[in-house]
């Protein structure tokens, strides 16, 4: 019985090798007035979070602690702020969240949502930025 079970196993898998070229590369098509464009692009990081500032750049935290910003109309993101040497990464703590304050023409405050580990205590925080 080992052996037959082993022989299914294998074909099984082989079919699986054989067919998955076949499958399509998305799970469902996009509807006939939808495209895809590639607007931003870092160079690594697990996205958590974006927002778009007022003047129209995009930010964008990845879990590991890096702030990213985009140009306004996109290209090759740079840093904006890292705070790898500070957020803790297991499960799901990190970098989260991201927020502008409404008044930011007056008040040019970035809000980040994210976990530290202070003493041995694990906990998040929501710091306040101000962007000079």
């Not at 082993?6 to 998305?26: D, E, F, I, N, S």
């Not at 590991?64 to 985009?70: A, I, L, M, S």
């Not at 109309?73 to 500070?86: I, N, Q």
């Amino acid at each position: 019985m080992g052996r037959q079970l082993q022989t299914v196993w294998l074909v099984g898998w082989l079919l699986c090798l054989l067919l998955t070229p076949l499958l399509p590369a998305h799970a469902e098509p996009l509807p006939p007035d939808v495209t895809i464009e590639t607007y931003g692009t870092w160079p690594t990081g697990y996205p958590t979070a974006m927002a778009w500032a007022p003047d129209g750049r995009l930010f964008v935290n990845t879990k590991e602690g890096r702030v990213y910003q985009v140009a306004v109309g996109g290209g090759a993101a740079t840093v904006w702020l890292d705070l790898s040497a500070v957020v803790v990464t297991s499960v799901e703590h990190g970098l989260i969240g991201i927020a502008f304050d409404p008044l930011y023409a007056t008040q040019p405050y970035v809000y980040l949502y994210y976990t530290v580990e202070t003493g041995g205590v694990i906990s998040n925080r929501l710091v306040r930025y101000t962007e000079i």
